[in-house]
Nanobody
Framework: VQLQASGGGLVQAGGSLRLSCAAS????????MAWYRQAPGKQRELVAS???????NYADSVKGRFTISRDNAKNTMYLQMNSLKPDDTAVYSC??????????????WGQGTLVTVSS
C-alpha cells in the first residue's frame, strides 16, 4: 500500500494550492482520510479529515479557507487551500485508515509535500 501526496509548492500570501493524495496497492476499502501538517519547530497538527461518506472536520485555523474532498472510485483525497497565509507554511502529509486484501486494517501515511507561503 502506498499513499502519494502531491501539489505542494511556493505561493504568495492570498494565493491557492490544491493538494492530492492518491492511495494505491492491495486496498479493499478506505475509511477515514486526513491531512496533517508540521511547521518547522512545531508539532504535527490535524488540518482536516473526511469520512468515506464525506463528513468533514477542520482545524479552526483553516475553516472557511480550506476544503477537503475525496473521490472513492479513485482512492484519492484532495485539499483545496485558498487565501493562504504565511502561517500555513508546513510539510503537509496525508493519512488513511484502510483495509487491505489480506484482511489487515491499518493507518497509512504518505510522504509529505512542502507548502511555502511567502508574505
Amino acid at each position: 500500500v502506498q499513499l502519494q501526496a502531491s501539489g505542494g509548492g511556493l505561493v504568495q500570501a492570498g494565493g491557492s494550492l490544491r493538494l492530492s493524495c492518491a492511495a494505491s496497492g492491495n486496498i479493499v476499502i478506505i475509511s477515514a482520510m486526513a491531512w496533517y501538517r508540521q511547521a518547522p519547530g512545531k508539532q504535527r497538527e490535524l488540518v482536516a479529515s473526511i469520512t468515506r461518506e464525506s463528513s468533514t472536520n477542520y482545524a479552526d485555523s483553516v475553516k472557511g479557507r480550506f476544503t477537503i474532498s475525496r473521490d472513492n472510485a479513485k482512492n484519492t483525497m484532495y485539499l483545496q487551500m485558498n487565501s493562504l497565509k504565511p502561517d500555513d507554511t508546513a510539510v503537509y502529509s496525508c493519512n488513511a485508515d484502510l483495509l487491505t486484501v489480506w484482511g489487515s486494517r491499518n493507518s497509512y501515511w504518505g510522504q509529505g509535500t512542502l507548502v511555502t507561503v511567502s508574505s
